[in-house]
T-cell receptor, first 114, second 113 residues
Framework: EAGVTQSPTHLIKTRGQQATLRCSPI?????VYWYQQALGLGLQFLLW???????NRGNFPPRFSGRQFPNYSSELNVNALELEDSALYLC?????????????FGSGTQLSVL | GNSVTQMEGPVTLSEEAFLTINCTYT??????LFWYVQYPGEGLQLLLK?????DKGSNKGFEATYRKETTSFHLEKGSVQVSDSAVYFC????????????FGAGTRLFVKA
């Protein structure tokens, strides 16, 4: 069974550009979560999608957005990139939305903003 | 809002030493608690979990007990191995402010042979 897959592995952009990151959840998982892992800051919750809808978002500006497709894959878009957006972006999926559900993580996309 | 606080690392131990990584949380609801581990070059994976007060999660020799009275979920292992070298994240999940799982900052563990 394939795990959570993310693409690209690395992404280099310059300030002001837009970045698009992609995530495919485990087959059968309907919930997708996005996290930002900046150096020394742990994982910061960005967005949660379930059944095609945005269900919750963390304390990030509106230039962080995304969507979930009918096949439950997801895209994270970051507009007007800033230097501090450089981080590892992790996608996770789960079967449902119960609090005791574990998250399955992908290996991440390393975004570098120059 | 909810929060998770972990002891700062790195933690350096010799093989077969006893490990404790402290984790405390703040939550207004009844969260589930987790420990995730990130081995070098790999993604995060669940190590253990506990879903209610006094539950003990265990896996691979690691244990943690959900202590509601002290709002803690400390990770312990009696005898660490070099292969346990990794970053450990404490996390909680509940519906406060909308369903989400939040993580602590992570604690890096180095185990020397």
């Amino acid at each position: 069974e394939a795990g959570v897959t993310q693409s690209p592995t690395h992404l280099i952009k310059t300030r002001g550009q837009q970045a698009t990151l992609r995530c495919s959840p485990i087959s059968g998982h309907t919930s997708v979560y996005w996290y930002q892992q900046a150096l020394g800051l742990g994982l910061q919750f960005l967005l949660w999608y379930d059944e095609g809808e945005e269900r919750n978002r963390g304390n990030f500006p509106p230039r962080f957005s995304g969507r979930q497709f009918p096949n439950y894959s997801s895209e994270l878009n970051v507009n007007a990139l800033e230097l501090e957006d450089s981080a590892l972006y992790l996608c996770a999926s789960s079967v449902g939305r119960a609090t005791n559900e574990k998250l399955f993580f992908g290996s991440g996309t390393q975004l570098s903003v120059l | 809002g909810n929060s998770v606080t972990q002891m700062e690392g790195p933690v350096t131990l010799s093989e077969e030493a006893f490990l404790t990584i402290n984790c405390t949380y703040t939550a207004t609801g009844y969260p589930s608690l987790f420990w995730y581990v990130q081995y070098p070059g790999e993604g995060l994976q669940l190590l253990l979990k506990a879903t209610k007060a006094d539950d003990k999660g265990s896996n691979k020799g690691f244990e943690a007990t959900y202590r509601k009275e002290t709002t803690s979920f400390h990770l312990e292992k009696g005898s660490v191995q070099v292969s346990d070298s990794a970053v450990y994240f404490c996390a909680l999940s509940d519906y406060t402010g909308g369903f989400k799982t939040i993580f602590g900052a992570g604690t890096r563990l180095f185990v020397k042979a």
